[in-house]
């Protein structure tokens, strides 16, 4: 299985077709790139799975989405999480996939699949704050889970508004700033897993 160190998994938390936190996780995957990285961008939309039931886990085990999102983690070291923001908190759809993925699966450790992962957290929302409340729930979560998190993140106000026609982010600061943030998660996935030739 490649676990190439500089193998980005990027997501947001939300299926809606036209979610603006799926815009700005297309846009770090191609930010991601540019830095040297090597990004894969999923659709939760493309994973559903059932909200988390400790019965139905017990007689019918891990969701079949569920495990192919487990093993696609288990290829990548680092991650991008686009949190969009519901009353202040992180979306239900981010918190269960995250809590399917924590779980143990046959002798696989759930914890473990997050272990010497690097995170970084974005948002974007409609309102003024871009969702700013749900990035600090987010980067907890991920802690608790083992993940180092970045303290680098970026929130996006007034979503609607906020990117171009191709993609890109109106405000040429935020698009730097997501420049920065992104370089900075390739640099560090560079420092934590140095390649074998160097
Ligand atoms: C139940 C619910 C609660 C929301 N609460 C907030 C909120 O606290 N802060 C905020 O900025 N936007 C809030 N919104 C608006 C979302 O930011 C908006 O629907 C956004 O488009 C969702 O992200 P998406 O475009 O990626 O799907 C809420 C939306 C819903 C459906």
Not at 57 to 85: C, K, N
Request: include cysteine.
């Amino acid at each position: 299985m490649d676990q190439s160190h500089n193998r980005i998994l990027v997501f947001a938390g939300s299926a809606r077709a036209e979610s603006y936190n799926k815009r700005l996780a297309r846009l770090a995957a191609s930010r991601v790139d540019n830095a040297g990285g090597r990004a894969t961008l999923v659709d939760l939309r493309d994973f559903p799975i059932p909200l988390y039931d400790g019965d139905l886990e017990h007689e019918q085990g891990i969701p079949d989405h569920a495990r192919r999102l487990r093993a696609m983690l288990a290829e990548h070291s680092g991650l991008v999480v686009v949190s969009p923001e519901y009353n202040g908190f992180i979306t239900p759809l981010l918190k269960n996939t995250l809590d399917w993925l924590s779980r143990p699966d046959g002798d696989e450790e759930g914890l473990a699949l997050f272990r010497n992962r690097v995170a970084c957290v974005l948002s974007a929302s409609p309102g003024g704050f871009g969702g700013m409340r749900s990035l600090a729930l987010a980067r907890q979560l991920l802690t608790n889970l083992g993940v180092t998190v970045l303290p680098d993140q970026l929130a996006v106000p007034r979503a609607a508004q906020a990117f171009t026609d191709n993609g890109d982010l109106a405000d040429q600061g935020a698009g730097k700033r997501l420049d920065q943030i992104c370089h900075r998660l390739v640099e560090t996935l560079e420092r934590l897993n140095p390649r074998a030739e160097r």
